[in-house]
């Protein structure tokens, strides 16, 4: 666990490491600390920031540095479960900050219609994508409960991926993309949104598909959840693969955020599909 916390630290903080520690702000630390935990670390997260504390504590006591910038950030909050739901205002405001391009402004985009991981999104590859770029296939090794997701991608998602520039050395979709704690940051002050993480976009799509009528089985595969109505025994016996039911639900959603986006009128309910008895 302890190098576990070194390679956090490391790499959260590696910009920080070449300035001086008196210039690290308590906003910075809250930044980096809830980045590591929207990637699934929140327990890092949580050590990570006691570390961070009694490092600081220690260069205090030393007569090193004045301030401690790991004081007064509710450290339990990395690890508690979280309900935040973006609203749809809320959703507008970013993507209208979202405009101007670069690789963070279309993860976020692409975050919003899909409803993948920050990771997924982040890591995702050219050879992942089919030749049209209307579906994404997940390798097992790259999504969380290590099972291969095909997802499929809306018209507004696509229209997101066929804007990115390509490089014919690499396969990366975002290639050379760093520092997800800083580009937050600037998006929330061109967004006027805040007190929300990336993650919470995932929670605002399963709200989103739910206001929709998207029942819960065709959410959960679209969040590729291993749970509820796809877990123990169910999952066991239940093979369909939802592939229709998703595109309608994406294709819905992607289409309500666009309604949302332009100031319409939502979208009604996805028509619920039926597969065959």
Partial sequence: MHDAIGAALG???????????????????????????DDGRRAIARL????????????IHA????????IGIRLVEAVASRERVLSDAELRAIWQATEDWSPYNSIVRLLVLTGARRAEVAGMKLSELDPQRTTWTIPAGRTKNHRVHILPISPQARAVLISQPHFEHDDRVFFGFRGFAHAKLGLDARSDVTGWRLHDLRRTVATGLQRLGVRLEVTESVLNH????????????????WADEKRAALAAWGAHVEAIVEGRTAVDKVTRLRRNA
């Fill in 11 to 37: 790499a959260s903080f590696a910009k920080q490491l070449k300035t001086p520690a008196a210039s690290v702000t308590t906003k910075v630390v809250r930044a980096i600390l809830n980045a590591i935990a």
């Fill in 63 to 70: 007569d090193l540095i004045d301030v401690n910038p790991f």
């Fill in 226 to 241: 291993v749970s509820g109505s796809r877990a123990g025994i169910v999952g066991i016996y239940q093979r369909h693969d």
């Fill in 48 to 59: 990570t920031g006691a570390y961070g504390r009694a490092a600081y504590g220690w260069a």
